[in-house]
Structure formats: structure tokens, C-alpha cells
């Protein structure tokens, strides 16, 4: 392991095609010469300096991508990046997930819910000869997992010395490096302004992924800190705010071929996995998932379709089902038709042949394809137990992590299991809480037994959990599906845990007083708790194992490509990232040319009075009226909607700041095209788009729909900035 300064220095001088990779800031100034050809007109130092102009304003959401726009805290995501909010401040007589909301004063500010957090990354530290000094690669792997959890904590542990900072330990290259990334924290986050569903979320489900897109994707948050500007939690007495850089929102924007550049939080990617991994991926993995999300959603609409409160409560859910529903059925298709698995499988003989040829001390390729086999053996157990049964029963998955909870306290703290440590508290609390506005008891039930079913039709005896079984009386045979909605019936009427008071207090509770609870969630989480832990340390042993092989994979294929001047780029991994590329279209199959801008003009021509197709009439209105003014594109001659741009992104990246060449806000980021699904597996140039909603859409619909002048004038965009163009803003 000590050869991997070296392949991190290659990967530093190979840079890629523009348009491709997702890139550390820490590694832009090694790619100035690219960024000034492709047009970025700051100093591309700019762009690895986290406390300077733009970085410092980049923030994330733990599961969005977010920026400060203003001095007073003032943040812009997607739309669809706050419906837990929407849904947390939502009632059937006061829906804001359908009407949107507007704040005209701090005070009506919303509060964001239990667990919104926003994040700005203050620092990164290469951290990996700390982590894999000294790290044996004969040792046992649980032995490995275990000392690598144990480094981080104590990494974090000492970056953690301010109580407002959050710090975590990424690895990069599958572990061939890690670095410690430190985050500042802020845990009063309010919702100030998100525009009505048929603008937010224009087109639906049936537009999702797709090009032409006409969708208004943008919301606005504010941060909020104590009177001394630390972060604390949700208090009227909280005040806005102030970070030391905002971006500046350009009136102006792009046009046909134009640099952009995205700056957010990707999630992960899987451009480095071996063709077997792929081939599961596309052949079981997605088709099977699909399935089961496919049965989940038709479980939830025929639950509450009926009741508004209930349906109000799984409506971030069914966003995210129908979301990944689409997703998984674009992976499907792109994987047949881009012939992935056989690239790869391509590649990876061209590269066992160099291996053979340098005489390798090991053989990383057979032996991550060797372990990545018999990881296989496990996987309908853990999809259809652990993925959908365990994690898909709230209150079940409650009372589990009420208990490992009441069991880690008898421990030292640094002894504890990650997630379980005093840092970790307030976000089990937080959980605990949200299941308030997420929890509906008649729709638990019901997919509780669906999953139940699956599990006792699906699994064969050596993957059946034997406490599980002797609870509900299940053998692998017909499931009496009577009986056992008798007894879901018995144990959903008896428990507590549907109320949030009792939860919480319940974080308190000894093991000895929750092993004699009546609560039968509870007294199941502590039949199933020896089983879980001997099922992790099968996981954690499995995981040390890979971290060893797939960093020596990395390193090999490092050294390869090194030989054919081709670049190697980390995977996205959650953490601040940087894309840049340029505004075009392009051709999805023969004879057909998607040009990169929509316009207003096609919300009207779409609009079908029916949802999802249902715009505003004040929206309608507006467009027929045709004042468009500084908002209009000067070649199109009418307001942009969306547009297209060669950038590399992927989940996590929704709401991230597109921006100009000269640093100014121009875009957010918020879909792929349905042609590129699969480029979290495969990058193709020529067909691989982001799809983002245009500044110019969003602040005319502030100034014409929505009267959000108050907003508008804190960006320092009033009358007289809005209707005469500036030259682009200092960013000094």
C-alpha cells in the first residue's frame, strides 16, 4: 500500500476530457491549462480554495446540494430537494407540497423539521498514512474493518474539538487514500420560499429524465445560528446566518456552447467495478429492485388514496419511488444497449495481460473477481431481509436502533459502533422524531406483511433468520396470510412506539428494561439483536476484504492506464466535487437533434389543465403577456426554461451551482437524460447531459408569478438591477 502518493500524482497530470470527471477541488490547479481552453475566466486556484469565492459558498444538504446566495444565509436548492420540509410543514387544509409557500418576513420562515442540517466544507486533510500506515495486507478482514474504524474515530474525534464542526473520513479510489473532511454544521435550517407543485414539479413523473424538460426545479432555504453566529438548534430567538461568501446571481446567462461549471455534492458512482459486478448489477440487481419498489408504490397509493393525511406523509417516498423506478428502468436499457458488460469484460483481458507481462506480486483482478463471487452467495438474503423487510417496517427499524442503542452505551464512547457514539445522539433523536411526519400505521402494516411474504416465498433455508421465523411461525411454506395480519393486527394496537414522546424517552431506557418491555416491536428487536450482530461481522469482514482488494485493483489500474496516458479519476463518494464541460445538445438516435434551451413557450404548449401537466394560470398568464424584459435570451427571444450541458454529475448533485465562466450563478442542476442513466457506470461523450433549470426562469417567475420581491432584493437583484443588464460582477 505505500505506492499510492505516486498514483495519486499520475492521476493529478492525466487529466481528463473536459466533460468528463468529478474532479477534488484540491486537483483544479493541476487542470488550469484545460479550464482556461474550455473558458473559465477566474483563476482556477480560485476553485480549490474552500473558504474563498465560489467554494465558500457551496453547501450541502446530506442528500442535495445546496449555496448561499445572499448575506443573510439565504440558500437555493431544488424543489425536489425539500419536500421533507414541505411534507414536515404540511396539514390536508394547508398542503404547501401542492400550493408552495412564501415567507414575506423572517418570522413566517418555516422550520426546516427534526435532522435538516446544512453543511459547508471547511477543510480537507489527506489523511492516508494515518489510516493505512503500518496496515498489514495478510491481517484478517474483520481485523482490517475494525482498525480502519477505529483510525477514523480517533481522527475524528480530534477534528471534532469545536462542537459546531462535523468531520468524516472518506476514502477516494476505493481506499487506496483517504482524506478527513471537516464540515461546519448548522442545524436551524427554514424553508423561505418553494413555488407551487405545478411549476416545482411541471411534467411529473412522466417528464422525469426526459428532454424537452419545462420544470421550475428551485426552492429557497435560510440558515440560522445563535445571537453569537455559533450553530445551535431551532429557536425563535436564532438569527440569520452570515456566511463569508454568497455567489452572485447573474441576470444574464448562457448560450449555445458557453463554459459551465457545477459545483456540488455527487453521491456515488461505479465506473471503476469489474464486469461481473456489472453484469449482476444490470441483470438481477436493478430488474429485481424495480420490482419491489413497483409493489411498494402500488402498496402506498392504494393506502392513501383515500386520505389526504396519510397521503401527505409518504409523499416524499412516493417521489423517490417513482424516481428510482424510472432510474432502474434507464440503467436496464442503457446497459443493453451501450454494451457495458462486454467493455468491460474487454478491458479487464487487455489489463490481466499487462498484469502477466509486469509480473505482478499479486493478482488484484482475479482476486477482487474471485471475492466479489462469493460475496454473490448473500444477496437475496440481503435484499429481500435486510433492504426491504428490516429497513421498509418503521417502527421495527425504531425499536432496533433503540435497543443497539441502550447496548453501545454500556460501552466505552470510542468503543462504540460507528452511528452509536455521543456525536451520534441527536441525529438518532432527530430520526426518532421524523418519523412523525413519515409514519402512517394502516400503510406500515400492510407493507410490513408484503415483505413478509417475499421473505418467507423467496429465501431458501441457509439465508431463513431463525428468530424471525419462530416470531411470525413461518417455514419457507405457504404464508397464512390471515394469521399473521392477526397478529401484525395485535402488534401494531399494543405498541407505544407510533408515539414520538415515548421514543425519545425510550433512548434513555437500560437493556434490562427494554428486554422485559410488553412493547412486541421491542421484544422483537431483541430477539433478532444477536442475529443482527453476527450478520454484521460477516458484512464488516467482507468489507475489510474489499477495502484490501479493491484499493490494489485501483492501484494496478492506475499504473495501466498511466502507460497509455489515459486519466484515472475517484468515484464519487459524497464528497464536494467539481464538473465543468459546456452548453450544447445532442443526437439521442438517427434523425433526431435535441437542441440545449427550452422555453416558456413549451410550458403553455404542454399545459393540459391536468396534473402533471397543469401550469399556473398566473403562470399561464404571464407567458401570453410576453414581458419578458432583461430575463429574455437574446437569440431565443423569449425566457429559458431548461438547458443541456456536458456536465458529470450524478445523485447528491441535485441542486448544485452551475455557473458561469466568470463564477456567477447561472443554473441549478437538477436531472440527467434518460440516454445517459447509466453513465454512474460508464461515461459517454456524446450523449451523457445534466438537464438545469435557468436562473433567468426562476428570478422571472420571483418577479412576475411570485412576487418574491423581498428575496430578489436581498440577492441584490431590485427593480433597477432587474431591468438593466450588468456586466459580470467582481467576484474579488
Known amino acids: 500500500m505505500s505506492r499510492y502518493p505516486a498514483l495519486l500524482l499520475l492521476i493529478l497530470l492525466c487529466a481528463a476530457h473536459a466533460d468528463e470527471g468529478m474532479w477534488q477541488p484540491r486537483q483544479l490547479p493541476q487542470l488550469a491549462a484545460q479550464l482556461k481552453q474550455a473558458g473559465l475566466k477566474i483563476p482556477p486556484q480560485d476553485l480549490s480554495d474552500l473558504t474563498d469565492y465560489p467554494m465558500g459558498a457551496i453547501v450541502g444538504l446530506g442528500y442535495c ?23 414536515h410543514n404540511s396539514t390536508p387544509d394547508s398542503n404547501l407540497i401542492e400550493s408552495g409557500y412564501l415567507a414575506e418576513a423572517y418570522d413566517e420562515e418555516l422550520p426546516g423539521g427534526p435532522g435538516q442540517r446544512i453543511l459547508v466544507t471547511v477543510q480537507v486533510e489527506d489523511v492516508s498514512t494515518k489510516m493505512l500506515g503500518g496496515l498489514d495486507d495478510g491481517i484478517d478482514g474483520l481485523l482490517r474493518k475494525q482498525t480502519l474504524e477505529s483510525r477514523e474515530k480517533e481522527l475524528v474525534a480530534e477534528c471534532e474539538n469545536e462542537p459546531r464542526y462535523r468531520c468524516k473520513v472518506h476514502a477516494f479510489f476505493d481506499g487506496l487514500s483517504f482524506f478527513l473532511i471537516r464540515q461546519l454544521e448548522i442545524l436551524d435550517v427554514r424553508l423561505v420560499y418553494a413555488p407551487a407543485r405545478n411549476i416545482g414539479e411541471f411534467g411529473g413523473d412522466i417528464d422525469n429524465w426526459m428532454w424537452p424538460r419545462h420544470t421550475g426545479d428551485y426552492s429557497f432555504l435560510r440558515a440560522y445560528v445563535a445571537a453569537d453566529g455559533k450553530p445551535a438548534a431551532y429557536s425563535r430567538d436564532n438569527e440569520p446566518y452570515r456566511p463569508e461568501h454568497h455567489l452572485t446571481v447573474a441576470t444574464g446567462g448562457l448560450a449555445e456552447g458557453d463554459f459551465t461549471m457545477a459545483l456540488g455534492y455527487p453521491g456515488q458512482t461505479y465506473r471503476h467495478r469489474l464486469a461481473s459486478e ?62 457495458l458488460v462486454a467493455r468491460k469484460k474487454q478491458r479487464e483481458r487487455e489489463l490481466s495481460l499487462w498484469l502477466e507481462q509486469q509480473e505482478f506480486a499479486n493478482a488484484p483482478l482475479a482476486d477482487l473477481d474471485k471475492l466479489v463471487s462469493e460475496y454473490r452467495s448473500g444477496r437475496e438474503q440481503r435484499m429481500y431481509y435486510r433492504d426491504f423487510l428490516r429497513r421498509r417496517a418503521t417502527l421495527l427499524t425504531a425499536a432496533t436502533r433503540i435497543y443497539r442503542l441502550s447496548k453501545e452505551k454500556e460501552k466505552p464512547d470510542a468503543g462504540r459502533e460507528p452511528g452509536y457514539q455521543e ?7 432527530e430520526s426518532l422524531e421524523r418519523i412523525e411526519s413519515s409514519f402512517d400505521a394502516q400503510a406500515d402494516q400492510a407493507l410490513l406483511l408484503h415483505h413478509l411474504a417475499l421473505y418467507n416465498e423467496q429465501l431458501q433455508a441457509d439465508q431463513r433468520v431463525a428468530p424471525l421465523d419462530r416470531w411470525f411461525d413461518l417455514d419457507g411454506k405457504k404464508f397464512d396470510s390471515k394469521r399473521i395480519g392477526r397478529l401484525a393486527d395485535d402488534m401494531y394496537s399494543r405498541t407505544r412506539l407510533g408515539d414520538t414522546a415515548t421514543r425519545i424517552e425510550l433512548m434513555q431506557a437500560s437493556p434490562d428494561s427494554l428486554e422485559s418491555s410488553e412493547d412486541p416491536f421491542i421484544r422483537l428487536a431483541v430477539k433478532l439483536y444477536a442475529d443482527d450482530l453476527a450478520r454484521e461481522e460477516t458484512e464488516k469482514r467482507f468489507q475489510g476484504r474489499f477495502q484490501l482488494a479493491r484499493s490494489q485493483y485501483m492501484e494496478a489500474l492506475g499504473q495501466w492506464l498511466k502507460q497509455q496516458g489515459k486519466p484515472l479519476y475517484p468515484d464519487a463518494n459524497g464528497t464536494l466535487r467539481v464538473t465543468f464541460g459546456q452548453v450544447t445538445g445532442y443526437q439521442p438516435r438517427d434523425g433526431v437533434r435535441y437542441t440545449p434551451f427550452t422555453t416558456v413557450a413549451g410550458v403553455a404548449a404542454k399545459h393540459t389543465g391536468q ?26 427571444g423569449t425566457v429559458p426554461v431548461n438547458f443541456l450541458a456536458t456536465l458529470d454529475s450524478t445523485g447528491g448533485n441535485s441542486g448544485s451551482a452551475v455557473l458561469n465562466a466568470e463564477g456567477e450563478l447561472v443554473g441549478l442542476l437538477f436531472d440527467g437524460n434518460y440516454e445517459s442513466i447509466n453513465a454512474d457506470w460508464y461515461f459517454e461523450p456524446e450523449i451523457t447531459r445534466t438537464i438545469c433549470v435557468d436562473m433567468r426562469y426562476v428570478l422571472w417567475i420571483m418577479e412576475t408569478v411570485d412576487g418574491a420581491h423581498r428575496l430578489l432584493r436581498e440577492m441584490g437583484l431590485g427593480p433597477a438591477a432587474l431591468h438593466a443588464r450588468r456586466p459580470p460582477a467582481s467576484v474579488n
Not at 611 to 636: N, T
Open 423 to 429: 456525536r451520534d445522539w441527536p441525529r438518532i433523536r
Open 65 to 87: 446540494s445546496a449555496s448561499f446566495v445572499s448575506p443573510e444565509g439565504l440558500v437555493v436548492t431544488n424543489h425536489h430537494c425539500v419536500q421533507q420540509i414541505l411534507q
Open 611 to 636: 396534473a402533471p401537466f397543469d401550469a399556473p394560470a398566473a403562470l399561464l398568464a404571464a407567458i401570453g403577456r410576453e414581458h419578458f424584459g432583461v430575463f429574455a435570451d437574446a437569440e431565443l
Open 278 to 339: 456489472a453484469a449482476q448489477i444490470s441483470r438481477w440487481y436493478y430488474p429485481l429492485r424495480k420490482q419491489l419498489y413497483e409493489q411498494m408504490l402500488g402498496l402506498i397509493n392504494d393506502q392513501t388514496a383515500q386520505r389526504p393525511d396519510a397521503a401527505i406523509k409518504y409523499n416524499s417516498l412516493v417521489q423517490g419511488l417513482n424516481n428510482v423506478i424510472k432510474n432502474y428502468g434507464g440503467m436496464i436499457e442503457g446497459f443493453d444497449r451501450s454494451g
